[in-house]
């Protein structure tokens, strides 16, 4: 999930030329945090951390108290998201990186493994035991840790509670579905939910509240939802090269996000995340599925602002399942700070819960999540971990071809697939064709 909240940036995915790796010597940290051997880098009295937007937020508390422990300086230079990119990849692929650390998207860690520290000191157990194992796994390339997560995000519930708790749409709903109305859990209720509260409110003779969205400009939503449909291998196997993606699990997941748009405002090629969180602010809609850090983001001046609820996100088949959305500090192999750059994440890692209060309010480690369970204004938090820890949730296919797979099959497909009369088999099967011919 890419940090900005008002839209999603389409990037382009360019390989990155054979890197040197250079070890990094190891740290040391007290506690049961994240472990390491000797060197913390006293000499060094500034570090440069290099981070998208909404990260710097995230990461100044944690630069803050790093410099009055330590004394060290830490700058972060804040860049937009395919900025960011650019720039880490041009300097590795140079081998004169400007920053010391650097925040990464989690698809960009296959592409830029050749040109990053190994961390594999600092997963001691203890790290790994409060970590979600999709981010422990994800963490890693070639068998080696190059990336500590530091905020992690995933889609979850939202629903109007106002909607949702009137006696009369639960006494209706009751006598139609013959259940109660509630957050749904399945795709049964969910896609029954969105029908009963598509509606014309105002009498006038047009809908004016839809159930739910769906969104036909971005992918990780349907990804989500092939994870829900049982499909262990999300559109291709990397290890092996297979392409999954026209399999039955993948067709029963795009049938049922297609099967939405009767309940969904029209336009759903071009809806993207700021669209659909523009429309569900406004009122226009019951319910979406959406990262979970927008639950303490929501406009002062929003009808729905008092109104909203949150739960885990919906299950198929398979069970509940989300895509992690995870960021990571890593180390470029030929910079010349190891050890304090490794001190810093480790830092970071050990005061995680920081984060907590930040705009964006994303932690990475189970315990920061667990902090915050019964305080106000992180009800999110909850619905997070219990997708998070859902054993369906998986992270997106570690290749560095990912970006190019989304922006030139996937988004393209989905854009198809919510016109009209789509022949969701035809267009896995081409879709299968043009990520076999990228990979291979």
């Known amino acids: 999930m890419k940090l900005r909240t008002q839209q999603q940036t389409g990037l382009v995915r360019r ?15 007290t506690g049961c945090g994240a472990g390491g051997g000797t060197g913390a880098a006293e000499e060094n009295s500034t570090l440069t951390v290099v981070v998208e937007g909404g990260g710097k937020a995230e990461l100044q508390p944690i630069a803050d108290l790093y410099k009055k422990e330590k004394g060290t300086d830490v700058t972060l230079v804040e860049l937009p998201y395919d900025g960011l990119y650019d720039r880490i990849q041009s300097e590795l692929q140079a081998g004169t990186p400007s920053f010391d650390v650097a925040a990464l998207d989690a698809i960009w860690l296959p592409a830029f493994a050749p040109g990053l520290a ?3 000191d600092l997963f001691t157990d203890d790290v790994k035991n409060d970590l979600f194992d999709g981010l422990v796994g994800e963490s890693q390339v070639d068998g080696k840790h190059i990336g500590m997560p530091v905020w992690t995000n995933s889609e979850i519930l939202f629903y109007r509670t106002d909607l949702f708790e009137d006696a009369t749409n639960k006494a209706d709903f009751q006598a139609k579905y ?3 109305l509630a957050a749904p859990t399945t795709w049964e209720q969910y896609r029954d939910v969105a029908e009963f509260f598509t509606r014309d409110t105002d009498g006038d003779g047009t809908v ?20 829900q449909a049982g499909e262990s291998q999300m559109v291709l196997d990397p290890s092996s090269g297979d392409v999954t993606i026209d399999d039955a699990k993948h067709k029963a997941a795009l049938d049922f996000y297609v099967s939405l748009l009767p309940y969904a405002p029209s336009g759903a090629a071009q809806l993207d995340w700021a669209g659909a969180q523009n429309l569900f602010y406004q009122g226009k809609l019951a319910m979406m599925r959406f990262w979970g850090h927008a639950y303490r983001q929501t406009p002062a001046d929003s009808p729905v602002k008092d109104s909203i609820g949150v739960a885990p996100m919906i299950g198929g088949p398979g069970g509940v399942a989300g895509v992690p959305g995870a960021w990571y500090l890593s180390v470029p192999a030929s910079g010349t700070k190891q050890d304090a750059a ?3 994440i480790a830092f970071a890692y050990e005061h995680n819960d920081l984060a907590a209060d930040t705009s964006l309010g994303l932690v990475a480690r189970k315990s920061a999540f667990e902090s915050k369970a019964d305080v106000a204004g992180f009800e999110n938090y909850g619905a997070l971990v219990k997708t998070l820890e859902a054993p369906g949730s998986a992270p997106r296919p570690a290749t560095p071809e990912w970006q190019e797979i989304v922006d030139s099959v996937l ?21 299968k064709t043009q990520i076999q011919s990228i990979v291979n």
């Open 15 to 29: 390989a990155i030329g054979p890197l040197a790796v250079v070890a990094a010597a190891a740290v040391v940290l």
């Open 118 to 120: 190994p961390l594999d």
């Open 178 to 180: 013959g259940y109660p």
């Open 208 to 227: 004016d509240l839809y159930g739910t969205d769906v969104k036909g400009a971005v992918e990780t939503e349907w990804l989500a939802t092939v994870s």
């Open 342 to 344: 490794k001190d810093f």
């Open 411 to 431: 988004v393209p497909m989905l854009q198809k697939a919510v016109e009209p009369g789509a022949d969701t088999a035809k267009l896995l099967s081409d879709a």
